[in-house]
């Protein structure tokens, strides 16, 4: 039973049961011991998949930030008024944040203990200034209001957006569609923002 479990293993589930530790014990709280266990393999059928512990890490918040850089380049990112660039960039990160949860949670949560969480927040930070410049953008346009701070703006929505990963579930009775959410932020967000005109 346990070598056809080893043969049917691939990076890619050993990856899903890698974010899922790390998770609920923390990067720093999960040995390869824990990762072990949870996968049903051996120590050494890891090391066959990835170097380390810190190579799983590292795929894993590269996979929540190519989804995230990714928006920045769709032609809703890219193309029209700046006001409705950004809007399509929040709507579009709360729907990659809901189809990639767990990547991002982990994402969300490297807190610059190793090189592999300082290149992740590097990149985060990257990913919000790209943000942040549309915002002042749109504001540069006439179409966000003059009086509210875009630094104190920017960081509210991402509070907001960030915050779904506490929170949300997939759809399980009672639960939120994700395009409800995803409208719900934008709302939210850019009704309070948005100059009357």
């Given at each position: 039973?346990?070598?056809?479990?080893?043969?049917?293993?691939?990076?890619?589930?050993?990856?899903?049961?890698?974010?899922?530790?790390?998770?609920?014990?923390?990067?720093?709280?999960?040995?390869?011991?824990?990762?072990?266990?949870?996968?049903?393999?051996?120590?050494?059928?890891?090391?066959?998949?990835?170097?380390?512990?810190?190579?799983?890490?590292?795929?894993?918040?590269?996979?929540?930030?190519?989804?995230?850089?990714?928006?920045?380049?769709?032609?809703?990112?890219?193309?029209?008024?700046?006001?409705?660039?950004?809007?399509?960039?929040?709507?579009?990160?709360?729907?990659?944040?809901?189809?990639?949860?767990?990547?991002?949670?982990?994402?969300?949560?490297?807190?610059?203990?190793?090189?592999?969480?300082?290149?992740?927040?590097?990149?985060?930070?990257?990913?919000?200034?790209?943000?942040?410049?549309?915002?002042?953008?749109?504001?540069?346009?006439?179409?966000?209001?003059?009086?509210?701070?875009?630094?104190?703006?920017?960081?509210?929505?991402?509070?907001?957006?960030?915050?779904?990963?506490?929170?949300?579930?997939?759809?399980?009775?009672?639960?939120?569609?994700?395009?409800?959410?995803?409208?719900?932020?934008?709302?939210l967000a850019f009704d309070g923002l948005r100059t009357?005109?």
């Amino acid at each position: 039973m346990t070598t056809a479990k080893r043969d049917t293993y691939t990076p890619e589930t050993l990856l899903t049961v890698a974010v899922r530790i790390f998770n609920e014990r923390g990067y720093d709280g999960t040995s390869m011991e824990h990762l072990s266990k949870a996968a049903g393999i051996s120590k050494s059928s890891i090391y066959h998949h990835v170097a380390g512990k810190e190579e799983l890490l590292r795929r894993a918040v590269s996979r929540a930030l190519d989804a995230l850089f990714a928006i920045l380049d769709e032609p809703g990112a890219v193309r029209g008024r700046t006001i409705e660039r950004v809007e399509y960039v929040t709507r579009r990160t709360v729907e990659v944040l809901m189809a990639e949860l767990p990547y991002v949670t982990l994402l969300l949560r490297v807190r610059g203990n190793t090189k592999t969480e300082r290149w992740a927040m590097e990149r985060r930070r990257e990913f919000d200034q790209r943000v942040a410049d549309l915002l002042k953008a749109a504001a540069a346009d006439g179409d966000l209001r003059a009086d509210m701070d875009m630094r104190l703006a920017t960081r509210l929505l991402f509070g907001m957006v960030n915050s779904l990963v506490e929170w949300y579930r997939p759809l399980l009775g009672g639960g939120y569609d994700g395009d409800q959410v995803a409208e719900a932020v934008v709302r939210l967000a850019f009704d309070g923002l948005r100059t009357d005109s």
